[in-house]
């Protein structure tokens, strides 16, 4: 298992740090081109062993403009535990129409890239997205 500690930027220019737990396979970048599809931040910084940053981040005005919503995605994970993983400033086709359930069918395709690179804080891979909704980042 490896970590990875990002700042992702919105379209007002706030910054916010997520952390993700991911494979030992995966590239650090896997984790944004699996949310590049879904969110309207761009990441700024992120570090895992090297520090990395982006000259010129391009975050979207759009519904959740701000990185405070977030979709919050849970998955089952081989051991029991559950991986949370949040997707700063998503973009509304992430949900249903109620605005507030990720839909389980997930046109964007970031549920399944998610569930192929990220653990729960134990390392345990996920086997099963059990759901997720809009959410506000602590």
Do not use: E
Request: charged share 10%.
């Amino acid at each position: 298992m490896q970590n990875l500690s990002a700042v992702f930027v919105d379209a007002g220019g706030a910054t916010s740090i997520f952390l993700y737990h991911l494979t030992d396979a995966a590239i650090l970048t896997d984790v944004f081109v699996a949310t590049a599809v879904s969110s309207n931040a761009d990441w700024q910084t992120y570090w895992g062993n090297t520090a990395f940053s982006n000259p010129g981040p391009v975050p979207s005005a759009a519904t959740y403009q701000t990185l405070r919503p977030s979709a919050q995605l849970f998955y089952m994970c081989a051991d029991g535990t559950i991986a949370d993983v949040q997707i700063p400033s998503p973009i509304s086709a992430l949900f249903l129409a109620d605005g507030q359930t990720v839909d389980p069918l997930d046109p964007t395709g970031a549920i399944a890239a998610l569930q192929a690179i990220v653990t729960s804080a134990t390392g345990s891979l996920p086997l099963a997205f059990i759901g997720g909704h809009l959410g506000t980042k602590a």
